[in-house]
């Protein structure tokens, strides 16, 4: 399964960090400009269904001077949302067996499976046919990067979305990098990481040397722990993990940390979750929880519960997304890089040789009722001058530019950025494009604040570990009917995927040593049941074919 920087949560913090704004005159390319639009006298509601239950849109606002209501000037149109709360894809998948009538206009999903769903069943259009017909001239079917398109149709059988978070090699021909910096930000930036508070850190009267090294970490959590350090008369958290979603978050950095791969060192693919490293992964939690260094009760908490811990100042460390670490409101998270194994195994990194098919995918429907000013609205969102108005807002009111052109927000655009989900500034994420984000936005030179360089040097600091080995997860990339619904690899990776939920956290609380080593030898039999090495056989077919294609050969490092 590919593993991207589109973490989902925060994503101005994640977006600024990968460089955002609008054109400029030294970006060395002029980009297309979107298809004029005709505003009808009065606008047309459409109908817009997401499955992603975190996006908190305003109510569309046709007032002028609004990021909604000049959108509603440019294209004709306004929308109201269906985002259901929780079982998005249950609802969509019902819909798509319903009448037309109460089939959406536009679609946004997240993930490859409802993807290939929706082009399955034939009620979305394909882009190329839609914007041929509706909107000809449409830039999008000239300046659409090619090796993105390409890793969409080689998923979907043909280009049905717009995807969100583009960042390749041809989306930088048409927007050049604004400044070196993006490049290396690109190259090492990851979401996953491990902060440490500062200002604690100092109080504790320790380094980040400390907290190089698994047994130095470890021995620091302690140490914070007997020194019953308080904030505001409120005890101090020596490790924060990423709530519900720590394994997937936090147990992931640490099995990267202790140089987990999914190839051995003969080049076969292997599940992650059958490695060493995952289970030394598991017991460094293990003995946390045993040293009393987090509460169990963090293993299921929000993201809302797990941000207001960080905003009391009171967590000492985090390991898991730092969506989340309120880069925007906090100035003393640092990182130690990777904590080092005390087996003497060496960090791993995927990168992507390929482009990835974004994050959020957008689709119009064949029953969507207005699909000439769809086509035209589609067209907008995705021109420099749509992205700019929806993620920057109005020139002189959100942002101005500098002397080389480079989008500058103002402290109106900062407020109403944060205010998003009442201003609609910064919340249309379907749309965003990392590249030219990054050819209109000037390198940071503030520490502070979301996408400054403390954000960047605790985002880099993985990968820039001298002791990291970055292989290419490229080879890993399946066929996009590799996980079809129903087939039997996708059956045994759900079955996989929900036997490890619970198992995983037992391993963690479990009440001992001998425990833990019973509960894991019990993991290891389940997953065989399960299944796991035939799964592992019909990856491994792939990862040999992608080996040949892409003229490259990966191997494990460690186990």
């Not at 907290?211 to 019953?228: I, Q, R, S, Y």
């Not at 460390?317 to 880069?327: H, L, P, V, Y």
């Not at 957008?362 to 609205?377: D, G, H, M, N, V």
Request: hydrophobic fraction near 40%.
């Amino acid at each position: 399964m590919k593993l991207r920087l589109f973490t989902v949560l925060t994503l101005a913090g994640a977006v600024a960090l990968s460089g955002c704004s609008a054109n400029k005159s030294g970006s060395g390319a002029e980009p297309t400009k979107a298809a004029k639009t005709e505003t009808p006298a009065a606008p047309v509601n459409v109908n817009w269904f997401s499955t992603a239950g975190f996006w908190n849109p305003p109510q569309w606002n046709t007032e002028p001077g609004t990021v909604t209501g000049e959108l509603t000037k440019k294209t004709g149109l306004t929308f109201s949302y269906n985002i259901p709360a929780q079982d998005g894809d249950t609802k969509l998948s019902l819909l798509m067996v319903s009448s037309s009538d109460a089939f959406p206009d536009v679609i946004t999903t997240v993930g490859p499976d409802m993807s290939k769903k929706l082009t399955q069943s034939g009620k979305v259009w394909k882009l190329e046919e839609f914007l041929k017909k509706y909107d000809p001239e449409s830039h999008l079917l000239k300046s659409f990067p090619a090796d993105v398109k390409k890793q969409l149709i080689k998923r979907d059988g043909d280009w049905y979305a717009i995807p969100s978070h583009m960042g390749s090699d041809d989306a930088k021909k048409t927007f050049p990098p604004s400044s070196t910096y993006f490049a290396d930000v690109a190259k090492y930036s990851e979401n996953k990481g491990v902060l440490i508070n500062e200002n604690l850190m100092k109080q504790a009267g320790l380094t980040l040397d400390d907290l190089k090294t698994e047994n130095g970490f470890l021995a620091a959590l302690k140490k914070v722990k007997d020194m019953k350090l308080t904030v505001d008369g409120q005890a101090v958290i020596p490790l924060q993990l990423n709530g519900k979603n720590y394994q997937g978050e936090s147990l992931q950095l640490l099995q990267r940390s202790f140089g987990a791969m999914p190839i051995d060192k003969e080049g076969k693919a292997r599940d992650v979750l059958l490695t060493p490293e995952n289970k030394h992964a598991i017991q460094f939690l293990f003995k946390a929880a045993q040293g009393g260094y987090f509460d169990a009760g963090q293993l299921t908490t929000d993201n809302a519960a797990m941000e207001a811990n960080f905003l009391s100042g009171r967590v000492f460390s985090f390991i898991g997304n730092m969506a989340g670490a309120k880069f925007d409101k906090l100035d003393f998270w640092v990182s130690p890089g990777p904590i080092l194994s005390n087996e003497g195994t060496k960090p791993t990194f995927p990168y992507w040789s390929e482009p990835g098919e974004g994050w959020m995918q957008t689709f119009i429907s064949k029953s969507a009722k207005e699909p000439e000013r769809l086509a035209k609205w589609l067209s907008y969102m995705a021109s420099p001058e749509g992205m700019t108005l929806t993620h920057w807002g109005i020139e002189g009111v959100h942002y101005t530019k500098n002397d080389k052109g480079l989008i500058v927000q103002t402290d109106k655009g900062i407020q109403d950025t944060k205010d998003s989900t009442k201003t609609a500034l910064d919340i249309f994420w379907q749309f965003t494009n990392l590249s030219f984000f990054e050819s209109v936005m000037p390198a940071p030179t503030k520490r502070s604040g979301a996408g400054g360089l403390a954000e960047v040097e605790a985002r880099t600091a993985f990968a820039k570990g001298k002791e990291v080995v970055r292989y290419n997860a490229s080879v890993m990339v399946m066929p996009g009917d590799f996980y079809a619904v129903g087939s039997k690899n996708k059956t045994i990776k759900d079955q996989v995927q929900q036997y490890i939920q619970a198992q995983i956290s037992k391993m963690v609380l479990a009440k001992d040593e001998a425990t833990f080593n019973k509960l894991y030898d019990e993991y290891i039999a389940k997953l065989k049941e399960l299944k796991i090495d035939e799964l592992d056989a019909a990856v491994d077919a792939e990862v040999q074919k992608r080996f040949k294609e892409l003229g490259v050969t990966v191997k494990g490092v460690n186990s």
